[in-house]
């Protein structure tokens, strides 16, 4: 007997099946159809026009695909006009977030189309609101499109719906075995129609139309062929879809974690994925030809909140792309992945940055694919030498990979570490390369937390970066972004509210509102167990898989439940958002605990810009946190002591840490950062004056951005300097591909020129020589602790500002006059005796002067500056009764040198191990005994070329023997050398 009930067509459109995305009438529209109707339901697709008011404020954006197009993008005759309210293409409200478009006269006419060479093959369109702030789309974003036919016989169905993309898909039906489903079948004539479902005929009519009621009996893979005859025309139509079999329960495999796990062998993985609250699972991809089989639905766990499968018959080191199919309604890529192929995207990366990327499976699949790949060869390291600099010491490099070489790869980026290193600098904290939304981008939208983007190269080619800045002796910071998502994130787009567009209540990641306000995306909430979880397992991957020394955490005042917007994520609170939060305070503490136990003295730096009570907690635990001084510093250079509109003035004071009332030297200061205005800009924009003394000059405008460094680069604590703020970049932050500058912000994260070529400026490079000294001697190992550890005094408020920094190896004074007239100063110094004026306005360091007493009367004129010093750090020094100075060694030359200071030396005496390294290398620095047993390493790491002193407080290291010791320096490129040490 037939598994079908047949009713009257004219009674299922008086009880009509639910709504869909897009309909038309007539339903074979042809290039000569006359006056057709478009009607677009808005609780279909992605809801963009949902419950919209006005009704009478959309509008259609429209054009064609012809065969003279190009791509789905390439709209032909499009003469709507988009944020327009031009009348013509006004739509008519149809109730219910229902709205129709009338095409005026036949198509060819209504676009314009003379060629008669040229026909339509589609029409391409969009409902929009006036201002086009909102649009009605496919769920998944894309336009929409409306085959358009010839006079021909055409057979298709109109039940179950397609979703109107440019190849159209099925819309998901989430059926089960004994269902019963509708089925509508229409015909551009009259003819012979009959209904086939899977391979059975089930049905049949002479109409132009058939209605019918399929039984479901089977599970698997299902299919619908609609079948007509005209004539002696024929036309069909097939509509595939599938009904999922029960799902079985079982527990993991021993030995499996969520994620990807490769098996030996490399011919089959375990796929294990997070989805509480679902059914059923189905994986398809370049293994099962992309078809849902029951054979590749997934188990699940006991506790109903894994899902998984063991996939075989693998080729090793081959790729395979996949998806999950989920509860047949959610198609998405694995967020777990380590590599994403991008049907948008991919195609705009170069293969001289990405070389041999696999390509999307095209007409197999749409969305983003993940890959996997069993077998692929493990990257070596390197770097075993590596030790992190002292945190407190960091020196860090903010850039952007696509505004700071135009490359965009991290093959050239590596190529740079040269210019880096010679800088100064010991750290790179790159904008976040997780994978982000689209190509041209600042990397604040993640989709993808556990793959590095393609848009700047392979995972390799990033682990070769970090491997040679490692070699270079410089840590490598990741901007990591787990305050929220985007819309193309897996673990959005699995719990999601499509009603309300937002995450779904029981998204086990996600707020559907924002807790607070400037929130962008969707907010992580970070008190849910399963973000807990997820945020330890992005730690550890890039911790451990790439090497890298720790995270800045963007927007990390953010990771709250603590609400300062209402309800609905509106009338939000600035100032109860940035109060102490005690709830906060736990979270972070959590985080910061576990990046340890991943991977000890990691660096953590917050972007937190809370509370001082606070941030002054985070600080004493370890955690470094952002210090931006931009707008005090930009007061200075541009020689204004007034308050700026945001209130604040030139003081420089709270970039101190002991300002803060902070007990460790935690917080990052610095001048420019991505978010903030660039110096040299203002300075040229709106620098004050006073008769030649002009700041809008260039060369004045550098000479003051390096005495406003004098200051920054002093004060005890880590760095951060922003991209080419080293040579003065003067283009602003608003500036826009065209090169002009909107104040409105919306060129903000556009492209920024790349100016490498300032380095060949005389100007730019005596700023860029002011960085460089002074990042010198915060490095030299024989004064790191006056920098980590020194007592800091200051007038910074003033327009003679002065700071005077002592410790126990070099004492530090700096001022400078931030006026555009002339000061007389009275500056106080530590002690008197013997000066040096490392670095000045007049570019002339290491001038020496006596200082009778421990003050010093100074004229400074406009810009003038200073940093003395009170040891002679460039120069040998013969004087062996300074135990404060470091006694340098005279040899520059290809070999090694070593000398140990005093010697013989008493129990009780500190001795210096003055030494040489010739180049770059690593070094191990030791003393041994008479029996050749080492007794101290005091260093065993990669170091750069240049003079060290390493202090050795003898008697609180040995049990105080005397006797004959072996001080031995050795090199993997010059080999060793060694001296007795005498302790009588």
Known sequence: MKQVYTFLFCFLFIVPLRGQLLSTHPAFPTEHSIGVQITADAHFGNQGLLNYTPVTDVYVHIGVITNKSTSSSDWRYVHSQWGTTNAAYQCTYAGNSRWTYT?????????????????????????????GSQALRNA????????VYDTGFYVRFSYPYRQPKYVPVAEPLNLKQGDTLPVQVVASHSGNLSLWYNGREVDSTLSDSLSSQVVLADSGNQMLIARGLYGSQQSSDTFSFYIAPPTTVMPLPAGVSEGINYESGDTSVVLVLYAPHKHHIVVIGDFNNWQQLPAYQMHQTPDSNYFWIRITGLTPQQPYAYQYVIDDTIK?????????????????????VYPNLKPYPTGKTTGIVSVLQTGEPAYVWHDSGFRRPDQHNLIIYELLVRDFIAAHDWQTLKDTLGYLKRLGMNAIEVMPFTEFEGNDSWGYNPDFFFAPDKYYGTATALKQFIDACHQQGIAVIMDLVLNHAFEQCPMVQMYWDKANQRPAADNPWFNPVPTHPFNVGYQFNHESPATKIFTYRVMQYWLTEYHLDGFRFDLAKGFTQKRSCDSTGNNCSVALWNAYDSSRVAIWDTIYQQQQQISPGSYCILEMFADNSEEKVYAAQGMMLWGNLNDAFNQATMGYGTPSPSGNTWDFSWGLYTARGWSQPNLVTYQESHDEERLMYKNEQYGNSNGSYNIKDTATGLKRNAMATAFWAIMPGPKMLWEFGEIGYDYSINTCTNGTVDPSGACRLADKPIRWDYLQDKRRQG????????????????????????????NLSGAVKTMVLTGDSLDVVVVGNFDVVPHGATVSFPHAGTWYDYVSLRNQPDSTFQLQQSQLTMALSPGEYHVFVDRNVDQVSTDTTQQKSPIWLSGTGSELALKVFPNPASRQQTIQFNYYLPDNDYILLRVLNVRGEVVATLYDGFQYAGNYVVSWPFGSRLSAEGGMYVVQLSARSHGSVSQKLIIP
């Open 140 to 147: 998944d974003g894309s336009d929409m499109y409306i085959p």
């Open 103 to 131: 095409i005026s006269g036949d198509l060819r006419s209504y676009f314009g189309i003379t060629d008669t060479g040229e026909h339509i093959l589609k029409i391409a369109i969009l409902f929009r609101n006036g201002s």
């Open 767 to 794: 700023l860029f020589q002011v960085y460089q000294r002074l990042f010198r001697l915060r490095q030299m190992p024989a004064y790191t602790s006056t920098f980590t550890q020194g007592q800091v005094q200051y």
């Open 332 to 352: 998405v890529a694995d967020y777990n992945a380590h590599l994403i192929l991008d049907p948008d995207n991919d195609a705009a990366i170069p293969a001289s």
